[in-house]
């Protein structure tokens, strides 16, 4: 596995959680990384992403102001930073490299490399 999802769990609204993407053997070191979500019954979407040194981020409308995607490269590591979460925040939450190293809007086809997912749960 090229990169590894965690920190999901479960939250009332309001509140905040923390997802990280480990990139331990580097594959994604010169690709821009981006979160995705799918909640039951419903395709996977785009998130946010960030650029390949960190610089410039990209949001989905429905999460901007609320959640905040970084990446330290000494950690080989992205952050989801989620904060003011909503019951329709609720879904799993996948990190996926980009073939590109710019931060833009990912579609779903788009990925080299998943993470495996993990779980949020925003409770009302």
């Known amino acids: 596995v090229q990169l590894q999802a965690s920190g999901g769990g479960l939250v009332q609204a309001g509140g905040s959680l923390r997802l990280s993407c480990a990139d331990s053997r580097r594959t994604a070191s010169n690709n821009a990384v981006g979160w995705f979500r799918q909640a039951p019954g419903k395709e996977r979407e785009f998130v946010a992403a960030?650029?390949?040194?960190?610089?410039?981020?990209y949001y989905e409308d429905s999460v901007k102001g609320r959640f905040t995607i970084s990446r330290d490269i000494g950690k080989n590591t992205v952050y989801l930073q989620m904060n003011s979460l909503k019951p329709e925040d609720t879904a799993v939450y996948y990190c996926?490299?980009?073939?590109?190293?710019?931060?833009?809007?990912?579609?779903?086809?788009?990925?080299?490399?998943w993470g495996q997912g993990t779980q949020v749960t925003v409770s009302s």
């Open positions: 960030v650029s390949w040194k960190g610089g410039s981020t």
């Open positions: 996926a490299a980009s073939r590109y190293p710019t931060a833009h809007r990912m579609g779903v086809n788009e990925p080299r490399y």
